[in-house]
């Protein structure tokens, strides 16, 4: 049973920093990309960042280009999510997503292609809340 738990959240000032974590178990064979949406009260939930297993292409949603930075650990079996120069506007609560094995299937955009219509997400993880707040 695969789990994704995600850790890191919290209150930051404007401006601050946090980096959030997801731990992923239960893979039987190689997941094919994993990343980030988030949810802010009253709106609906986006991507925010990916990146592929093999195909180690990333994704960024474009209100955080250049702030975030995605990543994974030599195992692949923990993300990173390094979030700078946060604002009120990133106030969410934070979901780790993962795409399952895809097998032989080419997905010629990358994770974000996935990603970005919130299509074929296979596994959540619970969320981790983000409040950016003075």
């Known amino acids: 049973q695969v789990q994704l738990v995600e850790s890191g959240g919290g209150l930051v000032q404007p401006g601050g920093s946090l980096r959030l974590s997801c731990t992923a178990s239960?893979?039987?064979?190689?997941?094919?990309?994993i990343g980030w949406f988030r949810q802010a009260p009253g709106k609906e939930r986006e991507a925010v960042s990916c990146?592929?297993?093999?195909?180690?292409?990333?994704y960024y949603a474009d209100s955080v280009k250049g702030r975030f930075t995605i990543s994974t650990d030599d195992s692949r079996n923990t993300a990173y999510l390094q979030m700078n120069s946060l604002t009120p506007e990133d106030t969410a609560v934070y979901y780790c997503?993962?795409?399952?094995?895809?097998?032989?299937?080419?997905?010629?955009?990358?994770?974000?292609?996935?990603?970005?219509?919130?299509?074929?997400?296979?596994?959540w993880g619970e969320g981790t809340p983000v409040t950016v707040s003075s």
């Open positions: 997503a993962a795409v399952g094995n895809l097998g032989t299937t080419v997905i010629v955009a990358g994770c974000g292609g996935l990603f970005a219509a919130n299509y074929r997400i296979d596994y």
């Open positions: 990146i592929g297993q093999s195909d180690t292409r990333t």
């Open positions: 239960g893979f039987t064979s190689a997941y094919y990309a």
